[in-house]
């Protein structure tokens, strides 16, 4: 039971790739699959948290691994949407270069003791990212499984607008403020 915390993030992390492929594929059957797959890794996310408190089962590897999760889905969820030309690959580029580069930055720190925990602005990006990925995810889905009730070039117009761009432009933003943050952490440890 101890473990179900842990085991959360990793079906996840397993699922990201598998998303990512039914995102691209050009089979629309696998394109509406897409977002309830995302949608199951969305929810393990909020759960393997609150699992891991209530059975007290908060571990040092559950910090580390469950942010780590949330990065693959993410990622899986950016990449797809470069490979949609929905995303600039610039700026997904850069958020992928965050979250290995925060990765990175939180092994040294665990590995002396002195693990650096998820910021509240990383919780809130990480928020931030599942909130844009899921509307994008909705319009892309309801073109793709054709809902009637929703003009097509509606959602086409939504999905590639300025607003799409400005706020991945706000997620790139907010990406690189947590950066700086992880960045003064580290030099608090030494």
Do not use: H
Not at 108 to 128: A, E, G, L, Q, R
Request: proline letters at 4%; one cysteine or more.
């Amino acid at each position: 039971m101890k473990q179900l915390p842990n085991i959360l993030s990793l079906i996840r992390l397993i699922i990201s790739p598998v998303f990512f492929i039914l995102l691209i594929s050009e089979n629309r059957d696998f394109n509406c699959i897409a977002l309830p797959v995302f949608f199951i890794g969305a929810v393990t996310d909020y759960f393997d948290g609150w699992l891991a408190r209530k059975i007290k089962a908060v571990s040092k590897f559950g910090k580390f691994f469950d942010p780590l999760a949330d990065k693959f889905l993410t990622g899986f969820a950016f990449l797809g949407f470069v490979k949609l030309s929905i995303a600039p690959l610039w700026m997904v580029l850069i958020i992928i270069f965050r979250d290995v580069l925060t990765t990175t930055m939180r092994i040294y720190p665990s590995s002396m003791s002195k693990p650096i925990d998820t910021s509240k602005t990383s919780k809130i990006k990480t928020f931030i990212q599942m909130v844009f990925i899921s509307i994008i995810l909705v319009a892309f889905t309801l073109i793709k499984c054709n809902f009637s009730f929703i003009r097509q070039e509606n959602l086409i117009n939504f999905i590639y607008s300025d607003f799409t761009y400005y706020f991945l432009l706000l997620i790139v933003i907010l990406t690189l403020w947590t950066l700086y943050e992880y960045s003064k952490n580290l030099k608090i440890l030494k």
